[in-house]
Each structure stands twice: as C-alpha cells, then as structure tokens.
C-alpha cells in the first residue's frame, strides 16, 4: 500500500517501487494500490486506488487519498488478493494505509519512513493511527530517527529495516550529458523550502565565480522561472533546469556529476538519493543532518558541511571541484558504502518479516468489523478536534 500519488516524485513511492519490482524478480506475486493523478502512469502490477489531495504533512505538501471511494477500493483489492501479507508504508499518513488496517484481518507488516516531531496532526490523528496500528503484525522503521517516532508517539518499537536502492540500475548507468565544465546536482522538488535549493544557489554564486565554468544542474519538479527569478543573469547562465526525469534518465543524469550537492535543511529520515548519488559514482556533498551523517558513515563517504550555511559549502564544493583524488577516494568509498544497501539484501530481510508474521496464519482478509471501528475512530477523532 503506497500513501502517495504514484505519479508525484518521493523517496516512498520510489522505494515501494523498488520493492515491489525486486520481489517481483524474486518470484513474488506483488499489487501496489496507491493514489494516482493519471491512472495511465501505473505500471501493470499496481491499482488506482483513489484521486489524491494536496494536504499538508511533515512539513511538505503530501498527496493523499482517504473516503468512501477509497474505502471501496481498498476493501475490493483485498477481497480480491487473496494476499498472504498486507505491507502498509506509512501508517501513521492519513491515507490508504489506515483504511487498508481497518479493511484487513491477518498478516499485515508496516513501514513508517518519516521522522515526525510531535504535531496537532498525531495528536489528532492518535485514536484513527492508535486503531490502525491494533491490527498490524510487525512494524518495521527505515532508519534511527523513524524509529524514534513510533516510540515517542506510539509506545511501540519497530524493526529497523533501511532504504534500499537499485544499484545495477545506477552502476550501468550512462552519463546524460557531456557537460563543457564541472558539473554539481541538485534533486528534488525546487520550491519545497526545506530540500534547500535557495541555499544552494546561494553558494553557487560564489562558486561560479571561483570556477567559471562550473554548471548547475537542477533535476525535480517546479517553475525554474520562479525559483531563479532572484538569480543574477551571469549566475543564471550556469543553471540548466532538466525538470522531471524518468528513473533512466535520473541515473544517467547523476552519473554525469562531479559532485551531487544535497542542502536539505530538515525533516529527513534517512536520505536515498545519496546512495543513488554514490550508486551512479557522483561524490556527495550534504548537510549535516544526523540521518545524511549516518548514510554517509559520518563523513567518509561523502563531505558535510553545516546546515543552512552557504558559504561553507561554497567552500566544500571548490574544494572538492579542486582536487580529484578527494573526488576519487569518495567515490570508492561510496561505491562500497551502496552495496549494504542493495535491494536484494533489503527484500530478503524484509521476506523474513514476511514469514515471521504469516507462520501458521491464513492469510489476509476483509474485515467488516473494520467497517464499525473506522466509523467510530472517525467520530471519536473528530470530538477531539471539535474540543
């Protein structure tokens, strides 16, 4: 169960993908039902199960999917399965995932992604999670800082599973593009304010004049005729705006890179594009969040510099563009970092959670008594938001 547009770029949808093909290359039977703007965008192993809704979440804008029309569509893919394990990924989003934990009875295994700070959303939302997270078999957490959500929050504990990424996908990867000067990466949405674009061109205005011919390349979503309306022409002139790329071309275009740059300013649990990044043979440049910091074993598989500040990675950029040995010794060190994280290391651990939850149990199925506890946890929750 996917919690976000299928169709909208994020590490989770990425990740349930990867999963869900990797199994599938295993010899699994997989279904994905997610929230879809274009129903045409679903490869053949996934199902629209609902339009999604702009909703404001962990400090972005999620979109996600919650109803009747959704309950309907949740309850006919499960009664329809005839799966052997339900795996819910961000249970604690109020999407298809809760309403696939009151629609089912039996194995059900959840992933949360998300470091979450205590928010009105939890609070509100505890009594809808509290009876969706009742009936899950196992939790599982994809870093420390995860983790640590479910145990403040939800007095539980989780095993901690982490990312995956593709690596085959990213080492075969050729490059996109021949690129007349140094090349830096930037990946993600460009007008989300915490992924930490405008710290980036910030620096990038004191790197290209110190490497005049070093180019800037934005990979994501978003209207580059906003986003750089501040930059000065000659900074400007540095900045190649690829937009939304396929996964194919994702890989191709990190492998180009001199350098990947991830400026993020918070809200990260983990940090997947950074093992794509070393995947496709990029040196990573990241703020020091904790969970960058522990991807990047604490700064010898790709340089840190402190969040927010533009001058010092303006400095870290130069100095690494400046010194291809550096550039080399990281690269090794990130090829060697990937390989922990491989899928088909990932999907194994995660098979032995499968069968630790569906030893001796039949499967899963509907449960209409779901039908009577979603109504009252609806209700319940919505007293709590009245008060």
Known sequence: MCPYAWDVPGGVQAHIRDQAETLIEMGHDVSVITPVEDPDALPPYAIDGGRPR??????????????????????????????DVLHVHEPLAPSLGVLACWAARGPIVATVHSSIERSRVLITGYYLAQTALEKISALVAVSEHARRTIVDH???????????????????????????????????????????????????????????????????????????????DDVRAGIVPLGRLSEREKAQALASLDAYVAPNTGGESFG?????????????????????ARVLDGGRCGALFPVGDAAALEDTVVDLLGDPAARARLVAAG????????????????????????????GVREDLRGQIVGRLARRRAGNEGAD
């Open 272 to 292: 997947i594009i950074l093992l794509e990044a070393m995947a496709a043979g990029a040196p990573v440049i990241a703020s020091d969040l904790d969970a960058f």
């Open 154 to 232: 939800l007095g539980g504990d989780a095993v901690l599973i982490p990312n995956g990424v593709r690596v085959d996908h990213y080492e075969d990867a050729q490059p996109l593009h021949a690129w007349a000067g140094p090349a830096i990466g930037f990946l993600g949405r460009m007008d989300e304010p915490r992924k930490g674009l405008p710290i980036l061109l910030a620096a990038f205005a004191g790197i290209r004049a110190r490497v005049p011919d070093a180019t800037l390349v934005l990979i994501g979503p978003g209207d580059p005729d906003d986003v750089l309306a501040d930059v000065p």
């Open 54 to 83: 702009p909703v404001p979440y962990n400090g972005s804008v999620a979109r996600l999917t919650f109803g009747v029309k959704a309950t309907a569509r949740v309850r006919r893919w499960i009664r329809e399965g005839d799966f």
């Open 335 to 362: 090829s060697r970092r990937v390989t922990a994280y491989d899928w088909r290391t990932v999907a194994g651990d995660l098979i032995d959670v499968y069968a630790s939850v569906t030893a001796g149990q039949s």
